[in-house]
C-alpha cells in the first residue's frame, strides 16, 4: 500500500532541527508538495529500499510524473536511477 511522503508541515513537526535543510532540497520540497515518491539515494540502504518499494506501490500515472521529475531532476527515470544507486552501494 502506498504511503505519500511527508507533507511539508509533517517534515516541519516531526524534523524540527532539519527540517528548513530538508525544504531546502528540490526533492524532499517536490514529494513533500506533490505526494509522490522519487527515487533518490537515501543514507541507508533500508531507506533505499522503502522508497523503492514505496514508489513501486504508486499508481501508472503517479510513476509517470515521477519519472518526468526524475528525468529532469537526474536525467534518468527512477528505475534506471534507483539501479544505479544500487550498483553504486556506499552505504
Do not use: C
Not at 39 to 65: A, C, D, L, V, Y
Request: proline residues 4%; without cysteine; aromatic residues 10%.
Amino acid at each position: 500500500m502506498y504511503e505519500r511522503p511527508y507533507t511539508t508541515d509533517e517534515i516541519r513537526e516531526r524534523y524540527p532541527d532539519k527540517a528548513e535543510t530538508l525544504l531546502a532540497d528540490p526533492v524532499h520540497s517536490w514529494r513533500a508538495e506533490t505526494g509522490i515518491e522519487l527515487i533518490h539515494k537515501e543514507p541507508t540502504i533500508e531507506e533505499q529500499k522503502r522508497i523503492w518499494g514505496n514508489w513501486n506501490e504508486m499508481t501508472g500515472e503517479m510513476k509517470k510524473k515521477s519519472d518526468g521529475k526524475s528525468i529532469e531532476m537526474f536525467g534518468v527515470d527512477n528505475t534506471s536511477h534507483n539501479e544505479e544507486i544500487f550498483k553504486h552501494l556506499n552505504f
